[in-house]
């Protein structure tokens, strides 16, 4: 394959939210677009705390402790005890969805570094544990699907991470033949990173979410970081 010489990994695997698209500006502004239907004007504060309490509820689900379905609802539920709103949380959870499945903000970096991978002949697939019609638009719409070889989510998959039937499934599916030549880049240090590095890939800790510890290889906080590493001097096969 063209330009697999010069890279350390051929097969790249990266998680969407939080990852390839800057999940947080979404959110901010389906937050204000939110409070603005009662009249209130709110600054990125109740955005953070939203992004907080979700960030504290996927621990659960992660965990297998709640539901994705409970954890769309709590996460309002949550919000709206600091941050009352008029509507219930019921109600709330599929709008805010609806919304998010139409926010396609890229990361910062992530059109250059995607092109420059396809560029170097690396195989790069999204890894998910989204709704795959959701997600695959999501990243359409952002531009970067043309530098993608496919595609995984877990509803495509069939199961979630960090198990290890995903990682199984997407590296099958991917044609890879050598673990040692896969990454696997997300910004959550148990179901991306971690379950990546249990498989046998290498794992690549995006951004700075999470405070729990990882087995990551290395940490991003960027794209540029992260292209710096994908682009390091080559490793013996």
């Not at 219930?88 to 092109?115: I, K, M, N, S, Y």
């Not at 890894?127 to 695959?136: F, L, Q, R, T």
């Amino acid at each position: 394959m063209e330009g697999d010489a010069d890279m350390r990994y051929r097969t790249i695997f990266f998680d969407v939210d939080y990852c390839l698209l800057d999940t947080p500006k979404s959110e901010r502004e389906i937050i204000r677009r939110l409070y603005a239907r009662q009249g209130q004007a709110v600054g990125d504060e109740v955005g953070d705390r939203y992004r907080e309490i979700n960030r504290e509820l996927w621990v659960y689900l992660d965990r297998g402790e709640i539901t994705r379905e409970r954890l769309y609802v709590m996460r309002f539920e949550r919000l709206f005890s600091i941050y009352p709103f008029f509507q219930p949380a019921e109600e709330v959870a599929p709008w805010f969805l609806a919304q998010l499945a139409q926010a396609h903000d890229p990361q910062e970096g992530a059109e250059h570094l995607l092109r420059r991978l396809h560029a170097a002949g690396a195989r790069v697939f999204t890894a998910s544990n989204g709704i795959g019609a959701v997600m695959n638009g999501r990243v359409e719409a952002a531009g970067l699907s043309i530098y993608l070889s496919g595609r995984f989510a877990a509803d495509d998959v069939g199961a979630m991470k960090p198990s290890r039937d995903y990682f199984d499934t997407i590296f099958q599916r991917s044609g890879e033949t050598n673990l040692k030549r896969t990454v696997m880049i997300g910004d959550n240090p148990v179901t991306d990173v971690n379950g990546a590095v249990d498989y046998g890939m290498t794992g690549i800790l995006f951004g700075a979410r999470w405070q729990e510890k990882s087995k990551a290889a290395h940490v991003a906080r960027t794209m540029k970081e992260l292209e710096d590493i994908l682009f390091a001097d080559e490793t013996e096969d």
